[in-house]
């Protein structure tokens, strides 16, 4: 059977405000074209990323504008989904392979089923074991996880740790994470690094293990059910009422002698739950900070804004709206190696390209044949 011709791939440059990741690497293109793909890259896509155009030649990708490298596309990149009527010039039918945010902008996933191509949008990747290599929300968050806490510490006009001199002694940092997933365990050995004193609390009972694990103390409501083991697809759901008032009156007490809080959650779909009000804020230390970082889905932290330091009753409160994108250089070669996971997991040689299965396939598929298909949009 004569081998079908090399899928071109197409990684564009993100045009999204503030977005500073870029969907492929150097490291990706040459293990892509390894496979069989044909690479175009958009002249200066990686460039605030740290990848120059010459590493991507050197790689043995193509270099030039969007629309020669759009032309023919079998598959597009991106780290943000690209516009649909960016898109013209791409073969019928061709993925769009992205961070498409289908909740919040169901607008473009329309305008993707219009102009007949395949969305597949990596958030909603399953989270199964052979596809913890390919879970773009996991490597993302680990940064964001990291990054939350060095931007506190910044802010902070303190040091967090301990610290014994000739001229007496600086205490630590009493740091404490709200929202055990990725982002907070990694909240969690950030902060445990810089010398911090930490604690974290989840309502999920079965993470209780891994703050231990990571040498920081749990802070848990007893008495009052919470979830025994993971949410839908690893996150938390909703409480109930009687739990949630039990987690605020706890959350009150601790809260006041913190230095340093990181809040983390999220639920997919849906505005991020309220976790911090105004009136628990004015019970913490003059000079505490607060990093919310879901800040962009609505903040878990009341007057909480994107982008900003607010003071409130002498406490300051931040968060940035893509937190990931502070650290470009690292965050995108992640994201460029999830991709490179989920295309080669799939290569056909005798295709030419990847051809996906069902559990996959049916779970991050959003459009397809001019409709919207995906049961989670459609529901």
């Known amino acids: 059977m004569p081998v079908s011709q090399s899928r071109r791939i197409a990684v564009l440059k993100e045009r999204a405000a503030g977005e500073t990741r870029v969907s492929a690497t150097p490291e990706t293109v040459k293990k892509l074209v390894a496979l069989g793909a044909e690479v175009a890259v958009e002249a200066g896509a990686g460039a605030i990323a740290s990848f120059s155009d010459e590493d991507y030649r050197a790689s043995g990708a193509h270099v030039g504008p969007a629309d ?45 089923a219009a102009a007949g191509l395949e969305a597949l949008t990596m958030e ?17 968050s680990n940064l964001a996880g990291y990054k939350a806490v060095i931007a506190a510490a910044d802010t902070y006009g303190r040091a967090f740790p301990m610290m014994m001199t000739a001229a007496g ?22 902060a445990r690094r810089l010398g911090a004193q930490v604690s974290a609390t989840d309502v999920r009972a079965a993470t209780r293990e891994q703050i231990l694990s990571l040498g920081a103390k749990p802070i848990f409501v007893e008495n009052v059910a919470g979830i025994e083991g993971e949410g839908t697809g690893g996150y ?6 009687e739990y949630q008032k039990a987690q605020a009156e706890l959350v009150s007490g601790h809260i006041a002698k913190q230095d340093i809080v990181i809040t983390t959650a999220l639920i997919p779909g849906r505005a991020a739950p309220r976790l911090i009000t105004d009136a628990q804020i004015a019970t913490m230390k003059p000079g505490s900070v607060i990093f919310d970082l879901a800040v962009a889905q609505g903040g878990n932290v009341e007057g909480s804004v994107a982008d900003e330091v607010v003071e409130r009753h002498r406490v300051k409160i931040m968060g940035f709206s893509n937190t990931p994108a502070h650290l470009p250089a690292d965050s995108s070669a992640l994201y460029a190696r999830n991709l490179f996971n989920f295309v080669s997991a799939f290569w056909d040689k005798e295709q030419g390209g990847p051809v996906l299965d069902e559990e996959i396939g049916d779970a991050i598929r959003l459009t397809r044949g001019g409709k919207v298909v995906n049961a989670r949009l459609l529901g």
């Open 68 to 112: 020669e490298v759009l032309r023919g596309a079998d598959i597009v990149f991106g780290v943000q989904g690209p516009e649909a009527g960016l898109l013209s010039g791409v073969k019928p039918g061709a993925w769009v392979v992205a961070i498409l945010d289908p909740f919040v902008r169901r607008d473009r996933i329309d305008a993707y």
């Open 124 to 140: 909603f990747m399953p989270r199964i074991t052979r596809a913890q290599s390919m879970d773009v929300l996991s490597s993302q």
């Open 169 to 190: 002694t600086v205490s630590a940092a009493k740091a404490f994470i709200m929202g055990v997933g990725v982002a907070g365990l990694q909240a969690i050995a950030t």
């Open 236 to 241: 938390a759901t909703e409480m109930s009422e």
